[in-house]
């Protein structure tokens, strides 16, 4: 049960945060944070759009199956056909929502839909009978809705409620709202709609001026009761609103916003690595909350005033959202014991096998490095989990470089078991190293993306890899850490390609009428 003072939590981040171009996740990546966001908390988790694709619906499904603390709720359009595969997807689910939709703007009626008003009324009531022949939680949405006629929004939400929509979502689709505008925007529907006292209004808020959390949290103030979000903000265009900043807003400024959420706020860094290493979107050091910078104070009157008080200058501890207070933990002769609870410190609990697999990382990491923190642990640690079902493996790697040339790189794969070698040359070692995994495994995909950076700080330092690929207009991303930058350069092409091998077999069915994006 909650209490008028509870905002719940609906995360879209497998749903609307994939739509980010490049963002796109595999089922076992799904399944992941889908078990993260449960671990955090979340009341909702938006799990896909199962009429999308065959995958959507298998990620959609198996989620439905795995996690059940949560409501799982999948995505359809107006149409019969998206809300009964949507329903066919939930199935399995403790606690399934199905979140139906349909464009109510104008601009969006005219071009989009080329529907007349009144068909997009007809629509909304038979979209939500339909969806309630399947489950008692039903939210709606009406696309556009802070570009929406005032008078037909309140015609069109007095419907879908009396319909049975229990939950009513107001999406800024396009993120042109402003705090003020969208508060009075929702307070206008809990005073106008008659039946509004018999859902729950919720906000969705995209971040193109800048202002989704802010017009989120505009919209809790004004009676919002669930805040629609994404871990780290990811999606299309420039975002969604940030769960981790949303969540921290509530919890610190409770004076002003005397409202609770049921977030584990200890998760949250946990989970915002997560997700920037399942989809190789990095998160900007000076991001609110969960960026690298976000505790770290350089000016010597700001570090004059943390060693007095820490409050002169945080205004929430880094504790808080799961960073530790010690960044140097371990070194080579630390024993399996206390790698395991510093894991347990980190967020993670791994199964005794997985735990061996990453002290032997550990070990070696640990020959390699003089210094061992906190962030070189998480790196090896989601590396390895992220190889777990690998079918492509490096096995060795041996590069030839320098200012004579050519570059030569000699490399070693396991593929379904087998071990394949081969010698390549390139314009650089990098070059050379990725000539030799496609003469290994070929194929006709094309580089989008290459990326490194530092794990940590100093020559020893771990590299962290993103590449990004694209086939067919199936784009992945993969990644690969290790102290030797061509390793990891390596291992983060091969772990796309065990990404796109995953994909290549999936196939979209036709798509229906009433829109073909979801809520923007």
């Known amino acids: 049960m909650t209490t008028p003072d509870h905002v719940r939590i609906f995360d879209t981040t497998l749903r609307d945060g994939e739509q980010s171009p490049g963002a796109s996740m595999t089922l076992e990546e799904k399944l992941q944070i889908a078990e993260m966001l449960e671990a955090l908390g979340v009341d909702i988790i938006e799990a896909g759009f199962p009429i999308a694709s065959n995958g959507d619906f298998e990620a959609v499904r198996e989620i439905a199956k795995v996690v059940k ?18 329903a066919e997807a939930l199935e399995g689910a403790r606690r399934a929502r199905i979140h139906t939709f349909i464009s109510t703007s104008p601009v969006h009626m005219k071009h989009k839909l080329q529907m007349e008003p009144e068909a997009v009324y007809e629509a909304v009531i038979a979209s939500v009978r339909r969806a309630r022949t399947h489950t008692d939680d039903v939210e709606w949405s009406p696309e556009d809705a802070t570009r929406t006629d005032r008078d037909f929004l309140c015609r069109c939400v007095e419907a879908a409620i009396k319909a049975g929509a229990t939950t009513v979502n107001i999406p800024d689709t396009v993120g042109y709202s402003t705090p003020d505008e969208y508060g009075e925007l929702i307070a206008m529907l809990l005073s106008r709609v008659p039946n509004a006292d018999k859902a729950v209004f919720s906000t969705h808020c995209h971040n193109d001026l800048g202002l989704a959390v802010a017009n989120s949290l505009a919209g809790v103030r004004a009676g919002a009761r669930q805040v629609e979000c994404t871990i780290n903000g990811l999606g299309e265009r420039a975002g969604n609103a940030a769960m981790e900043e949303i969540v921290m807003a509530l919890k610190v400024r409770a004076d002003r916003m005397p409202f609770d ?71 080579k002769l630390s024993g399996r014991h206390a790698f395991r609870e510093k894991l347990k410190a980190l967020g993670y609990e791994l199964g005794d096998n997985a735990l061996q697999d990453a002290f032997n990382r550990f070990k070696t990491l640990a020959d390699k490095k003089r210094e061992i923190f906190d962030d070189d642990i998480v790196a090896l640690v989601d590396d390895e989990i992220m190889r777990a079902h690998d079918r492509i493996r490096v096995k060795a790697l041996h590069i030839v470089a320098g200012t004579g040339g050519p570059q030569k790189a000699t490399l070693t794969l396991e593929v379904d078991g087998e071990e394949r070698s081969v010698e390549a040359t390139g314009s650089g070692p990098v070059d050379a190293t990725f000539n030799a995994i496609r003469a290994l495994v070929p194929h006709t995909a094309r580089l989008q993306l290459y990326q490194v950076h530092a794990v940590t700080e100093g020559t020893d330092a771990q590299a962290e890899v993103s590449v990004r690929l694209e086939e067919k207009g199936k784009t992945v991303v993969g990644r690969g850490a290790d102290t030797d930058t061509l390793v990891a350069s390596a291992w983060a092409y091969v772990s796309a390609l065990n990404k796109l091998l995953l994909k290549r077999d999936r196939t979209a069915p036709p798509a229906e009428d009433h829109g073909a994006s979801a809520l923007g």
């Open 69 to 86: 603390e949560p409501v799982i709720c999948g995505l359809a359009r107006a149409g019969f056909r998206d809300i009964d595969r949507a």
């Open 261 to 331: 959420t049921r977030i584990r706020t200890e998760q949250i860094t946990r989970a915002s690595r997560l997700v920037s290493q399942i989809t190789g979107f990095p998160v900007q050091y000076n991001k609110a909350i969960v960026g690298k910078n976000a505790f770290a104070h350089e000016s010597g009157i700001h570090q004059d005033g943390m060693l007095k008080n820490n409050q002169t200058y945080e205004i929430m501890t880094p504790e808080s959202v799961g960073l530790t207070s010690s960044s140097l933990v371990l070194g």
